[in-house]
């Protein structure tokens, strides 16, 4: 019988003893290793992570790391757990695996019409999903027709402080109004507690107070998305002599040379070219954007919550847009498969507004929802982390999706800030070589000059 859930495959052999450890060496003399020898003792280690992590202390729990695996959840799941950027991930691709027969999942309905009626649109979702990618259609396009209850598989490993956070956030957070994340919530719970069972004294206590979902008390505005792709919402004003001051600080100028330095815009210039070109460019973390992405699919915010060194706001699931949806070039070129992909978004708007009329909430309505329905997104990116994402994203080798709206966020920063945004481009152009190997385009040169005059 298969499994479904997630499960603990893997703790540090040594991981409450250190997080121990780390609570006693602030606090008692000896070296590191002196009392990481002191701290073998399971029962006084328990007692002493919960009166740490009781008085507030949580870093201590750091030091302890897990590694799960989720096995045959929802794709609900995986959206929610990418979203705790302290955690690593890595998930089954949808551009290049089959996804025909993953199976998916079935939500509890109040009655068995309700669920006939559900499970033969998914049915027909799967045969759209197979009859597109037999016609021809690249499977990253012919995923956009998948519902949002079909089994996903990954890996995640996190540390204890932010098990704590996702545990949370399932049991008692916005997690935990979705009966299958709520229960996989408990599961972890109970898993993780047999293997550390300090990290866990206060837990219920504190999970009550839990509140990430805050309500504001205004009315929603239903205005429809912006037909732009990216809109700039704020950035660093003066951005780029921020960052050529920074950089000479971090070098060691004075305040008086570093800005005597940079009246000079050759100097900035050349200051921005060195940094960007170096291994350790820590001053382009002082030029920050906050960004707005319309109408991104919900396939394409995995690719763009895999950069984890930015603040991205992702609206709930259950807010897209179930009347907008991504179209791919390669079906829109096809009449047949145009047909069974606009037949597939309408299966499913219609399956959501029956339900819906039927009083059925979120726990059921978030999976009916395909992957390439429509959400605006917000993010806040500091420049260095721009640099990672316009080279990975700007690539050709990058998905159409976020490559358009990587291509269109690098056009509008180059207009604001051109001295710095103007090194900045997919790796061929920002390092003068392609590091994709025998996955090359091979149009290195071509792309190069389409950047050049961006």
């Known amino acids: 019988m298969n499994k479904y859930g997630a499960f603990v495959i893997g703790c540090s052999n040594v991981g409450q003893e250190v997080c121990a450890a780390s609570g006693r060496i602030s606090t008692q003399s000896g070296t590191a290793l002196e009392i990481f020898e002191r701290s073998h003792d399971e029962e006084k280690n328990t007692k002493l992570i919960g009166k740490v992590t009781k008085s507030g202390h949580t870093s201590t729990i750091e030091h302890i790391f897990f590694n799960l695996a989720f096995e045959n959840v929802s794709v609900v799941v995986e959206q929610f757990m990418i979203e705790f950027r302290l955690a690593s991930f890595t998930v089954k691709s949808r551009r290049y695996v089959d996804f025909s027969d993953c199976g998916y999942l079935v939500p509890e309905f109040k009655c068995d019409e309700d669920k006939a009626r559900y499970t033969a649109v998914a049915d027909r979702l799967f045969a759209a999903y197979s009859s597109l990618t037999e016609m021809g259609i690249p499977k990253e396009d012919a995923r956009f027709v998948l519902p949002y209850c079909f089994y996903s598989n990954f890996f995640c490993s996190l540390g204890g402080r932010e098990l704590i956070n996702v545990l949370n956030a399932m049991i008692y957070g916005r997690g935990s109004k979705i009966k299958e994340i709520y229960e996989i919530g408990l599961s972890l719970l109970e898993q993780c507690r047999e293997i550390a069972p300090g990290l866990f004294i206060d837990f219920e206590l504190k999970g009550q107070k839990y509140n990430d979902e805050p309500d504001y008390g205004f009315s929603y505005d239903e205005e429809k998305s912006s037909q732009e792709l990216c809109e700039i919402l704020a950035y660093t004003p003066d951005g780029e002599s921020n960052v050529a001051l920074s950089a000479l600080f971090e070098a060691g100028y004075s305040p008086a040379a570093a800005n005597r330095i940079i009246e000079n815009k050759e100097n900035v210039k050349t200051i921005l070219k060195k940094l960007t070109a170096s291994s350790r460019p820590r001053a382009l973390e002082s030029y920050t954007c906050t960004a707005k992405f319309n109408k991104v699919s919900l396939a394409c915010l995995t690719h763009f919550a895999r950069h984890r060194m930015q603040s991205i706001c992702i609206p709930n699931l259950i807010r897209a847009d179930r009347a907008s949806y991504v179209i791919p070039d390669t079906v829109k070129a096809d009449s047949e498969a145009l047909a069974i992909y606009k037949e597939a978004f309408s299966d499913m708007l219609s399956l959501y507004s029956e339900l819906k009329s039927k009083g059925y909430e979120d726990n059921v309505l978030i999976y009916c929802v395909l992957s390439g329905n429509t959400l605006d997104i917000v993010t806040t990116m500091n420049a260095r982390e721009m640099l990672l994402f316009f080279r990975l994203r700007c690539c050709t080798r990058a998905q159409w999706e976020i490559q358009a709206f990587a291509n269109d966020?690098?056009?509008?920063?180059?207009?604001?800030?051109?001295?710095?945004?103007?090194?900045?481009?997919?790796?061929?152009?920002?390092?003068?070589?392609?590091?994709?190997?025998?996955?090359?385009?091979?149009?290195?040169?071509?792309?190069?000059e389409i950047f050049s005059n961006m």
């Open 409 to 448: 966020f690098l056009k509008k920063l180059r207009k604001i800030s051109p001295d710095l945004f103007s090194l900045y481009g997919p790796s061929c152009y920002v390092h003068g070589a392609c590091p994709e190997g025998k996955m090359t385009c091979g149009r290195a040169a071509e792309i190069k």
